[in-house]
Each structure stands twice: as C-alpha cells, then as structure tokens.
C-alpha cells in the first residue's frame, strides 16, 4: 500500500493501546487511519505493556504487511501505565501541529480526517474540533443517549454532568498542552473527563457535521474492558470537578460556579456512600485521600 505525499495532511494521529490480545482490534484501527482521503503525516502507536511484551507486542504488528509502516512509530508507554500517560508520551513524540486521537477499539470514517482538517483551516480562531459518534457494541448499532451527545461551543456546564467529548473523535493543536497542562497521570480513568473540563474552562469547540449523513467515528464496545468502566470513577471525576474549584473558580460565569458546586456536592455524597460499601484500590485511595484534604481546605462546609 503507497500514497503520495500530496495527500498527507499536518496531523499526528495517535492511537494507544494496553494487551497484545487486543491486536485485531488494534490492527482494525490503523487501518480505518490509512483508509482516509487524506492521510495524517505520521501515526504514533503507543503500547503501554510491560517491557518483555513490548517487542513481542511490535513484531506482530510489523506482521500486518497490508499496512503501510512507512509513517508509523511505535513506542512503549515509558511514563505513568494508564491512558493519560500514554497519550502525554505520543503527544511528546508528536512532530506536527495537529494531533487526532483514536482508541484501539475505535474507527474513523474515510472521511474524517480530511473533514475536520478543512473545517478547522476556515477557522483559525478554533483550538478543536470534534465529531458525533455512531456506537456499535456486540455487533449492533446503538443510538447514543440524549444526555452523552456530543456539544458545541463552551459548554462548561453539561460538560461537568458528561463526559461529552470522545478522544477517538477530536482535531486539537498541539499548543493547547502547552498552555492549560497534559492529561493528569494520577487519573487512572476519567483523565479524558479531567481535560475536556480544564480546556472548556479556556476554549469553545466545535463539532462537524456528520460525513454522507454518517457519524466520522465509530465507537466500539464488546467483552474487553474500558477505562469508562472502571470502578469508582466517581472519585476521579470529583478529584477533577475540585481542581477547577481550586484554580478556575473565580473565571466562570455565575451559572457554570453554580452547576460546578452543585456537581461536587452530588459526588462527593457518592463517593461518600461508595466508600461504605466497597474498599476503595490502592491508587483510587490515593485519590480519595486527596479529595479529603481538598475538601477540608476548601470547602469544608460539605464535610459530614
């Protein structure tokens, strides 16, 4: 397989993944990128494995010989296990302004990459952009619940509720990690939460109209294990809801302060009522344990 380079476009697209039994769907998900009209200028794999899977992990990849590796690096996750820094590693690696997430269990539209990249060329106030997602879980198509659709705009105060911004979905510049900080490497899940509330605090995003009366990302689900599933996410999500307490309060509309103590108040109850019921892991702790002193510092009056 060849392209010319007249087709490649300044993107980075980066894709993680975490278990060489994950490789058909990892393999599926290279291809939905070299698929597209226009192509990225180079894709990053991230596997964040142990070591002596590494290279295992790698060589069957090479295995795939309809794929084109001429543009793809493939790293080990050498920073924090988990997405967020994963994600930090290849945002490093990153050679060009443009970066494109897609999760291994994830694909894109043929069309994506060159929509979103026209889209964002005739905006250049735009820092993102992103899609509508189409969900497919155990071989059926699935509408996406009302609630989790995806917005548009600044839209701080839903964006607290949701998680309302895909990974597999975004176009941002690269410049924004300078500015407002990377994922957050404590966050063993909700580190997409995290960030999406840090940069609607800062930016608008935009989202481009679907492709052929098509979603541009297909979000797949089955019997492997997602970080969206993870136990007690509650408590990373109201770890992230204090942070911007803490250092962004005094930037939001009246509304947004309203909805962003309301939200902390109704998951620090859960969190509270989880922490009865179930022995929180070691790094969920961790967090709780700071969410206790943050919330004694801070705004102490939620505590009882």
């Not at 993680?16 to 039994?21: G, L, Q, T, V």
């Not at 690096?73 to 494109?100: C, D, F, H, M, V």
């Not at 930037?251 to 998951?267: G, N, S």
């Amino acid at each position: 397989m060849s392209f010319s380079f007249e087709q490649r476009i300044p993107v980075s697209a980066i894709v993680i993944d975490h278990h060489i039994e994950r490789i058909s769907l990892l393999i599926d998900a290279i291809y939905s990128i070299q698929k597209n009209s226009f192509l990225p200028s180079e894709i990053i794999i991230i596997l964040d494995v142990p070591e002596e899977e590494f290279f295992s992990y790698r060589n069957l990849i090479y295995r795939y010989k309809f794929l084109d590796f001429s543009y793809v690096r493939i790293y080990r996750n050498t920073r924090t296990k988990g997405p967020a820094g994963a994600r930090n590693l290849a945002i490093e690696q990153s050679q060009y302004e443009w970066l494109a997430f897609l999760d291994s269990d994830d694909l894109w539209h043929k069309e994506k990459l060159y929509y979103q990249w026209k889209f964002l060329s005739k905006r250049p106030f735009l820092k993102a952009c992103h899609t509508k997602e189409q969900w497919y879980k155990n071989q059926k198509f699935n509408p996406t619940p009302k609630r989790l659709e995806p917005g548009t705009g600044k839209f701080l105060v839903e964006a607290f509720r949701h998680c309302l911004i895909s990974m597999s979905s975004i176009m941002i510049h690269k410049s924004v990690f300078e500015e407002i900080g990377y994922f957050d490497e404590e966050l063993i899940a909700a580190e997409d939460y995290d960030f999406w509330i840090r940069y609607l605090v800062h930016y608008p995003i935009a989202i481009i109209p679907n492709i052929h009366r098509r979603s541009p990302t297909l979000k797949r689900s089955g019997g492997w294990a997602q970080t969206s599933q993870t136990k007690n996410i509650d408590v990373f999500r109201l770890y992230s809801l204090l942070k911007v307490y803490e250092h962004y309060f005094e930037k939001l509309d009246p509304w947004e302060k309203e909805e962003l103590l309301k939200q902390i108040q109704y998951r620090y109850r859960i969190v509270q009522t989880q922490r009865q019921k179930y022995e929180f892991s070691e790094k969920t702790n961790k967090i709780y344990t700071k969410i206790q002193e943050k919330i004694s510092r801070l705004m102490p009056m939620f505590v009882g």
